[in-house]
């Protein structure tokens, strides 16, 4: 009942249709597009959030339980000045179940959708699907027993027009017993530590089931970087994991460097498919700044790997790294590089409390 597969869709369900907007912000019944605008009632009066002034936190859907989110829409202006370039890093969304003070999902926005580096770029994948142009979709469900609180806090410097989104959900009379709680979390290692593994999760108590990788990986060495092995830690595991892959391209289901020769060149493919994805490759930024133009940027990367049909599953604990190695003509070497991520995982509650989120201007890329 509660899966989002198209085999089960003739299926009759029970349960009542629900929506948040900006328009119909409780999501109550019949009281959709009442707003009136120039063409009159009911005419698209109030479609999106006009403003969101800088540093102010809005909520943008509360709802109570028991239901399930199914289907979340997002997307915002790109009409930003160059000083406020990386609004996708600077909007942080966070969702809160049940009334808990801390929330289980807290993340730049553009990140949870698979677009690091303050840019937006087209994922197409099972449960995150980025359309032209800054269409933002999340399909992951997101079961609450009592209460859902979705809020967006804009730590900006200048206000931000035109904030569109849609929550759509589904109202039931109760929840299986064994429902988890969505959960994802940013990171950022600005400077990996050589021979250190960078830490995509950690901190988590209960039980429960990782779900995805998402990874903004900015290359700061040359050659080859992506031979670091991903490694989880399940259930009291200490100096050595249980899941240990072979290669960072081989864990988002690529192989050989995702490499091709064309007239002599080693190409890397990007690609994206229902459960892993490269999505975006870019060696460049021209922008405008002070009236000329300026090539400034790192090779950046992204990388999603859902593990819907295979979840990592843990009783008591959860810790998740990657390795920063890469390979040379000399072989193999320890590497530091800039990274990102964002982890997607199902569990009890109450979580832990996360780590404090990095300050704004420590999130944007180098």
């Given at each position: 009942m509660w899966g989002n597969g198209f085999e089960n869709i003739y299926r009759l369900q029970t349960g009542k249709s629900r929506s948040i907007n900006w328009e119909n912000r409780t999501g109550e019944k019949g009281k959709g597009g009442m707003a009136a605008g120039d063409l009159g009632p009911s005419r698209k009066g109030s479609p999106c959030i006009p403003l969101v002034r800088a540093?102010?936190?809005?909520?943008?859907?509360?709802?109570?339980g028991p239901g399930?989110?199914?289907?979340?829409?997002?997307?915002?202006?790109?009409?930003?000045?160059?000083?406020?370039?990386?609004?996708?890093?600077?909007?942080?969304?966070?969702?809160?179940?049940?009334?808990?003070e801390t929330p289980s999902v807290e993340s730049p926005l553009g990140d949870l959708f698979c677009c690091g580096f303050g840019?937006?770029?087209?994922?197409?994948?099972?449960?995150?699907?980025?359309n032209p142009t800054r269409g933002f979709n999340l399909?992951?469900?997101?079961?609450?027993?009592?209460?859902?609180?979705?809020?967006?806090?804009?730590?900006?410097?200048?206000?931000?027009?035109?904030?569109?989104?849609?929550?759509?959900?589904?109202l039931t009379e109760e929840l299986p017993e064994d429902a988890g709680y969505f959960h994802a979390q940013w990171r950022r290692q600005?400077?990996?530590?050589?021979?250190?593994?960078?830490?995509?999760?950690?901190?988590?108590?209960?039980?429960?089931?990782?779900?995805?990788?998402?990874?903004?990986?900015?290359?700061?060495?040359?050659?080859?970087?992506?031979?670091g092995e991903v490694k989880f830690y399940l259930d009291g595991d200490t100096d050595y994991p249980t899941i240990c892959g072979t290669g960072t391209e081989d864990y988002?289901?690529?192989?050989?460097?995702?490499?091709?020769?064309?007239?002599?060149?080693?190409v890397e493919n990007t690609f994206c498919t229902p459960f892993l994805g490269y999505p975006y490759y870019s060696t460049r930024d021209t922008f405008l700044h002070n009236d000329y133009h300026t090539d400034d940027q790192l090779p950046q990367r992204?990388?999603?790997?859902?593990?819907?049909?295979d979840p990592i599953l843990f009783e008591e604990d959860l810790r998740v790294t990657i390795q920063q190695i890469g390979v040379s003509h000399g072989g193999l070497f320890e590497r530091q590089d800039d990274v990102a991520s964002v982890a997607y995982w199902y569990q009890t509650e109450p979580h832990q409390a996360f780590p404090a989120l990095m300050e704004r201007k420590e999130r944007w890329p180098r």
């Open positions: 540093g102010e936190t809005v909520t943008l859907a509360e709802m109570d399930i989110i199914r289907h979340i829409w997002i997307t915002v202006t790109d009409r930003t000045s160059d000083r406020n370039r990386y609004v996708l890093r600077d909007l942080v969304l966070r969702m809160y179940w049940d009334g808990e840019v937006s770029y087209p994922v197409n994948s099972l449960p995150v699907a980025v399909y992951f469900p997101m079961p609450f027993r009592k209460k859902a609180r979705i809020t967006l806090e804009n730590q900006c410097d200048e206000d931000v027009h035109a904030f569109f989104y849609q929550v759509d959900y589904c600005r400077l990996t530590e050589k021979g250190k593994d960078y830490v995509i999760l950690d901190g988590v108590k209960g039980k429960g089931q990782y779900v995805g990788t998402y990874l903004a990986l900015t290359a700061l060495e040359r050659y080859w970087y992506g031979e988002f289901g690529g192989a050989w460097s995702f490499a091709t020769q064309e007239q002599g060149r080693t992204s990388f999603y790997r859902w593990h819907i049909p």
